[in-house]
Structures are given as structure tokens and as C-alpha cells.
């Protein structure tokens, strides 16, 4: 479960949250608001990133930080190495968290594009690498940023079809878009 109490979060003169209250249990949760509403803020406060000016957030029982390895988040930026290929930053990423890639590999097409380096990949494949090592592991908690960002239609359905399989677990997806998603709930912000 993920809690927030009383949470406040400002950027210098610039108040992003005042008073934010939330639980959210098990199942797809969904994050809408307008650019600058605060939903990439809420999610690194969530995976440890960044602290809230004040107000207590408790994620799986813990403190942020303490609930890291418990998490799987997937931000603007992929996380990922552009020096490195495809291969690499998976096996690299399997070797620190575990998971195994290839199933997610073949359902996001990405085979053929194993030794490229990500330096060479379209905006689309790379979201899908990212997507890879984000949904390979294997916690409790899911943490999205904008998910389908440049994903190919195709893509976008392998995204829901995975994501609707993951209804045992916490699931947060801050997205602007309609994934046609089954959500336990929505947040507004």
C-alpha cells in the first residue's frame, strides 16, 4: 500500500502539492492532471528520488528510500546507457535487479535490434527498452512516467496487454493519454 499524509511540495516560490492525501492498494492506478500539476513530482517522491517538504509518504510499509529495491520505476529518461547496446544495458540491468528480459523483448519486437547501441534507435524502440527494463523485474511496485511516449501502436496494445496482467501488484501510470486500461483508480491532480 502507499500512503500520503499531508504532503507538501514546492519549488522555491512554486507550490506543486499542499495537503496531498492518497492510498492506493493493489491493482492500476492512474495519474491525470495538466503538464505541471505535479505527476513525475509524485512519482519520484514515491520511488525515493525526491523528498516532499513536508508531510509523512509511506510506500509498501516503508519509507521511500527503504522501499527502493521493492520498485520498478520508469521515468522520462529511460535509465538507460546510449553507449552501450540493447544486449548490454539488459544484461547489465538482469545482473543488478534480476528478471529475464528475452519474454518482453520478443513481445515489444525488439530482437533484431539487440547489438545496436541505443544511441542508434528511434524514440519509439528506445521507450520500448526502457519498458523492458522497467516491467523485467519482478516487485511489488510499478512506478510509469508517460509509458507510451513514441510507442508504435502495436506497442502501445503489448504495453496494456502486460500492464493488465499485473493487476496482483501496485501499478501507477501518470500518462496524459486514454490507455484504455481497466484502472482501480484515478488520481486527479
Do not use: W
Not at 499531508?6 to 499542499?18: A, E, L, S
Not at 495519474?31 to 513530482?41: D, E, F, L, V, Y
Not at 496482467?165 to 486500461?181: C, F, P
Amino acid at each position: 500500500m502507499i500512503l500520503l499524509e499531508k504532503v507538501h511540495k514546492r519549488y522555491g516560490p512554486r507550490v506543486v502539492f499542499d495537503e496531498l492525501n492518497l492510498t492506493i492498494g493493489k491493482g492500476i492506478s492512474i495519474i491525470r492532471g495538466p503538464n505541471g500539476s505535479g505527476k513525475s513530482t509524485l512519482l519520484r517522491i514515491l520511488a525515493g528520488i525526491e523528498r516532499p517538504t513536508r508531510g509523512r509518504v509511506k510506500v509498501l510499509d516503508r519509507t521511500p528510500r527503504e522501499a527502493r529495491p521493492l520498485i520498478s520505476y520508469l521515468g522520462h529518461r529511460t535509465g538507460l546507457y546510449p553507449h552501450m547496446s540493447v544486449k548490454e544495458n539488459l544484461d547489465f540491468f538482469s545482473s543488478i535487479h534480476g528478471g529475464d528480459y528475452m519474454p518482453m523483448v520478443e513481445k515489444f519486437g525488439l530482437i533484431e535490434y539487440m547489438h545496436y547501441p541505443l544511441r542508434k534507435l528511434s524514440r519509439g524502440n528506445l521507450q520500448k527498452v526502457g519498458l523492458v527494463r522497467t516491467l523485467m523485474r519482478e516487485v511489488p511496485l510499478y512506478l510509469l512516467d508517460e509509458p507510451t511516449t513514441a510507442l508504435d501502436s502495436r506497442s502501445r496494445e503489448t504495453f496494456i496487454e502486460i500492464i493488465s496482467s499485473m493487476r496482483d501488484r501496485i501499478v501507477l501510470i501518470a500518462t496524459h493519454e486514454d490507455l484504455g486500461l481497466d484502472s482501480h483508480a484515478e488520481i486527479n491532480l
